[in-house]
């Protein structure tokens, strides 16, 4: 085992973070290199600085430390140990304890942070790394099955997480049929009054008479992202992310088209693509 453990703290709470490197501080194997205020500035250090630790918030603005592990999952190829810090209560967090991820609630005990620094230890000297990032990928299988808003929702109400099987068709009536399109086969689709129009590779273009947010909860959300109100993109069709100077993103399709993302988009399509 190496002496120290490097450490970094990542909320958006400066009064947290400061009140978590101070308890740190009584353990002399434990060291805080940096910390951090948001996801974005976390998923930089942790890339640059390669910590064995993580206190991780899981309600940030901009993104959740859901998002942010999510990130780190597809980017890293060994993970550090993540430990969750919130303000949720041990009912709802039951959710994580099946799954062994160890996690702090606000404000920190300093018995419980001395349990849950013995864990980090015992991964640490039995170099049990493979399985903490096995259970970390298990976690992000479920949690990546809805939106972070819809996650923290379950678990505030004490509700398991599960994986939701998304559509792998979609269907489209007409007048006495029903044309099933494939999923991976729709580029983008957009929102035309009560209708949507849903644009495929083949260049073929079908009216959906559904609502945006319909069709959103039908499809996964690892494979479709919302840019704008009314517009959702294929992932896979994402050719580029254009970089205006005003700095604003349009992004260009495999068929060349181009859409606009929105401002309330803006985050969300940097972290994913940026």
Not at 24 to 53: H, M, R, W, Y
Request: hydrophobic residues 40%.
């Amino acid at each position: 085992m190496e002496k120290t453990i490097k450490t970094i703290i990542v909320d958006d709470e400066p009064l947290a973070r400061k009140g978590l490197a101070i308890r740190l501080q009584e353990f002399e194997d434990i060291e805080v290199v940096t910390q951090c205020s948001n996801g974005q500035d976390a998923l930089v250090a942790i890339k640059e600085i390669q910590p064995k630790l993580v206190f991780l918030d899981i309600q940030m603005p901009g993104m959740t430390g859901f998002e942010v592990l999510n990130q780190l999952h597809q980017t890293l190829e060994e993970l550090p140990i993540v430990v969750f810090v919130t303000a949720y209560d041990q009912y709802a967090l039951k959710a994580f304890e099946v799954h062994a991820l160890d996690y702090l609630l606000k404000p920190v005990d300093d018995n419980r942070l001395q349990e849950c620094l013995e864990k980090i230890r015992g991964h640490i000297a039995s170099e049990n790394q493979s399985d903490n990032q096995t259970k970390l990928v298990n976690i992000m299988a479920q949690l990546t099955g809805a939106d972070s808003e819809m996650i923290l929702k379950s678990l505030a109400d004490g509700q398991p997480l599960t994986v939701k099987e998304y559509n792998s068709y979609i269907s489209v009536k007409d007048v006495g049929e029903t044309t099933r399109i494939p999923v991976k086969d729709v580029i983008w689709v957009d929102a035309a009054g009560d209708y949507m129009c849903v644009h495929c590779e083949d260049g073929q273009t079908h009216i959906l008479r559904k609502t945006m947010k319909q069709l959103e909860n039908e499809l996964d959300p690892k494979q479709f992202v919302r840019v704008h109100r009314s517009v959702l993109v294929n992932n896979s069709a994402v050719k580029k992310v254009l970089t205006l100077s005003s700095g604003e993103y349009v992004i260009q399709l495999s068929n060349e088209h181009e859409i606009r993302v929105s401002r309330s988009y803006r985050e969300k399509v940097r972290a994913l693509f940026l």
